[in-house]
């Protein structure tokens, strides 16, 4: 059973996803992406389901990965490395794979690998206020497994605005920048959410699942061998010197030796 997320569908057929760790703002342990994985393969199999919809308790939508998970990597070997990295990798194929509408429920912050799962959504609605960022570079990394799902939602020009500095950006931008469809106040989310839902409860769920595999098929090919480039790239940046300083520096509460 479940830990880390709640699942559960409607009379519609309308399926909610939860991340439930607001205490850790909805960090990206590995058993929640694993359970992740798990729930959406399900959704995605049942033919009840016509639509899920993302969303997550507390203020944030995801805090990018969880902190213990990013200790543990220090210490990690290139393969066990490799093995986390995966299973980021293989919840966002999940999710960009799945046969239903995934719509994203953005109620809060999302930074790294919350943009990623922003990214995967066929469309995100997001709140006024909330802060977006792929904040990686400032630990010495990169935002190497989510980059193909930020590049073919954001497009390379987009991405290039805000893929490598790190700098944070508000709701307005998110839209601007293709990540979010759009803004809402707090109190008009669920009302935005629900506009989302209902054309897809008129429509021939068969129909929708291979539209919406024509639109993958055409767009950004995103393989295996992508996904492996992806995971290799995280891995020999892990090897660096930037990454080690960078790191030790953020649990250490200091500025790195390049923060000018």
Known sequence: MAELIRVSTDARGVASLVLARAEKHNALSEQMMLELTEAILDLGRDPAVRVVVLMADGKSFCAGGDLK??????????????????????????????????????????????????????????????????????????????SPYVVARMGEANARRVFMSSRLFGADEAQGLGLLAKVVSPEDLD??????????????????????????????????????????????????????????????????NWNM
């Open 191 to 256: 009302t935005a959410i629900e506009a989302e839902v209902a054309p897809y409860l008129k429509c021939a769920p068969g129909a929708v699942g291979e539209a919406k595999a024509l639109v993958r098929m055409l767009g950004p090919r995103i393989d295996e061998a992508t996904i492996d480039a992806t995971i290799a790239a995280l891995v020999q940046r892990w090897e660096s010197d930037e990454s080690a300083e960078g790191i030790s520096a953020f649990f250490e509460k200091r500025s790195p």
């Open 69 to 146: 998970w990013m200790q543990a990597q220090m210490g990690a070997t290139p393969a066990e490395r490799a093995a986390g990295a995966r299973v980021l990798a293989t919840m966002l194929q999940a999710l960009n794979t799945c046969p239903k509408p995934v719509i994203g429920r953005v109620q809060g912050n999302a930074f790294g690998g919350g943009i990623g799962m922003m990214s995967v959504c066929d469309v995100a609605v997001g709140v006024e206020g909330a802060l977006f960022g792929l904040t990686e570079t400032k630990l010495g990394l990169t935002p190497a497994t989510i």
